[in-house]
């Protein structure tokens, strides 16, 4: 009987659930006017003297050097008396 229960409680749920989707959705109607949003502020203009006052304390900004191209390590070839190589890379 319990299992009986909870197979048919999930169908009547989502059941439910549709149904109540389907009402907020049939609440809402299409031809009424928007609602008008209040305009948004404009920004504060700077006045000259504010723009001199508020001027970067370090000065202009660096412009970086193009740095060097990449070269990768060479690999050092070492190979053992039993004629394996060995390919010794350096993490620096």
Same mark, same amino acid.
């Given at each position: 009987?319990?299992?009986? @229960?909870?197979? #048919?409680? #999930?169908?009547?749920?989502?059941? $439910?659930?549709?149904?109540?989707?389907? =009402?907020?959705?049939?609440?809402? /109607?299409?031809?009424?006017?928007? $609602?008008?949003?209040?305009? #948004?502020? =404009?920004?504060?203009?700077?006045?000259?003297?504010? %723009? $001199?006052?508020?001027?970067?304390?370090?000065?202009? @900004?660096?412009?970086?050097?193009?740095? /060097?191209?990449? %070269?990768?390590?060479?690999?050092? #070839?070492?190979?053992?008396?039993?004629? =394996?190589? $060995?390919? !010794?890379?350096?993490? !620096?």
């Amino acid at each position: 009987m319990r299992f009986l @229960r909870s197979t #048919l409680a #999930l169908p009547i749920v989502a059941m $439910v659930a549709m149904v109540s989707s389907g =009402l907020a959705v049939a609440a809402c /109607d299409p031809m009424a006017a928007p $609602v008008a949003r209040p305009a #948004l502020p =404009l920004a504060p203009t700077a006045s000259p003297s504010a %723009t $001199v006052a508020s001027s970067d304390p370090l000065g202009e @900004r660096p412009i970086p050097a193009r740095p /060097d191209a990449y %070269t990768p390590p060479v690999p050092k #070839l070492v190979t053992t008396k039993s004629g =394996l190589t $060995v390919w !010794h890379v350096p993490k !620096h």
